[in-house]
Every structure is written in C-alpha cells, then in structure tokens.
C-alpha cells in the first residue's frame, strides 16, 4: 500500500509539473510598447539592434508583431494585417479586428479571430524587397479573401507595409528653343513631355526584409532577393 501511494504521488508531480509548465498568455499591455519598437525602428531606420530585440521580445512572450498592409495580388483596395509570429506568417482581413485593426498591433492577437491563410516560414521560399513592396514567394499556395470580397488563390504575396516613408518623385521634360525677347533680353523655351516618375523608398523595404528574415529563419533556408532602385514596385 505504502509503494502504491509512493506511484500515486510521483505520477500526481508529473501531471502538476506538465501544468505549470504551460506558456502563459499573450499580455497587450506588457507588449504594446515592444511591438510598436518593433515596427517604430524600422519605419524610422533607427536602432535596429533594438528592433531585432524587440521583435524576439514579442516572440519569446507567445505574441506576434503585426502589421497593416496592402496585399496587391488579392484587392489593392482592401487592407490586411500581416501577423508575424515565430513559426508562422498570418494573414488577417482587417475588418475582422472591428472599426480600426488597433487591437492588432499590440503584441497578442486575439486567438477567436480566425486568420484568411497561415503560413508556416517553410512554406515561404523566398523574400524579394522592391521599391514598394515586398515580395512573400511561397512554395504551395494559399487563398485569401478581402474584406471586399475578393477571393483569390495566391503562390505570392505582394505586399505594401503602411507607415513607410514616401518615395522621391523626380521630373523629367525636354526644352523646345521659342526664341528670344529683345527688350528683356531672355531666351524663352517651350516645355514638352512633363513626366514625374516616383521612385519608392526601397531602403524601407529593404529594412523590413532584413529584420524579418533574421528573426523568422535563423536557418536562413529563405531566399533574400532585392530590386535595383527604380519606378518599378
């Protein structure tokens, strides 16, 4: 009787020890300010040993940076939010946080909240950084539905990060010779073929490839790709 209870005893530590030893939740006000550093120091392009920091951070407490997005490859006129968590990328519509996605930007989503796709890092191959956008280029493809309603089958996320500084808009034009006005002594031209051609801030982008491919694939198993700077996205 004495060695049953003994057993009785060990096997009660065990179940108690498999309890406590359960993450605790995901806490918004302890990671609010970590995950706005997270995406602060990116968009600003200061401290980013702190963002890596603040990104693990976010992580390591069971939580996910997320970030509002536009996803060009399913509705250009919808917003998503793009959840990004250790295992997996989460593609959320935005309407599906309420009025405003606020409540997603805080560290912890809300786990009743069903994501449009969830997208293990394996299943990303490569990660292209343009001049707007980046490129997520999966291995299998997923389907998305906007807020909209579009729905569509993707094996590549094209995504722009709000927040971002803008790009530089540079005007090109040539110069017809009108002739010349004697009195104020002025050559006077004509302006033909006014264009601005906008170049986006691709060091943004870049930025944002780096952080998320440093704390998502340490194996570094994901492509790292980057457009030259130009009008192109």
Known sequence: MRCQ???LTLVFAGFSGAASAQPAPCDPKSLRDVAE?????????VDGAEALD??????DSGGAVGWAVTEYNVDARSTFVFAFERSALRVYRAGAFGVTADAAMDGCIDQSIAPEAVIPWHNVREIEAGNWVLWFKLREPVVITSDRGRRKKVNELK??????PGG?????????????????NIEVYK????????VGPNDYQRRL??????????????????KGRGAGW
Do not use: K, M
């Open 5 to 7: 209870r003994v057993v």
């Open 37 to 45: 550093t997270a995406r602060f120091n990116i968009i600003a392009a």
């Open 54 to 59: 603040a990104w693990r951070t976010v992580f």
């Open 159 to 164: 995504a722009y990060f709000h927040g971002g």
């Open 168 to 184: 530089d808009l540079t005007y090109y034009y040539n110069l017809e010779y009108e002739g010349h006005i004697p009195f104020w």
């Open 191 to 198: 302006v033909n073929n006014l264009r601005g051609i906008a």
């Open 209 to 226: 490839q780096f952080v998320i491919a440093s704390v998502v694939d340490t194996g570094r198993r994901i492509a790292l790709t980057r």
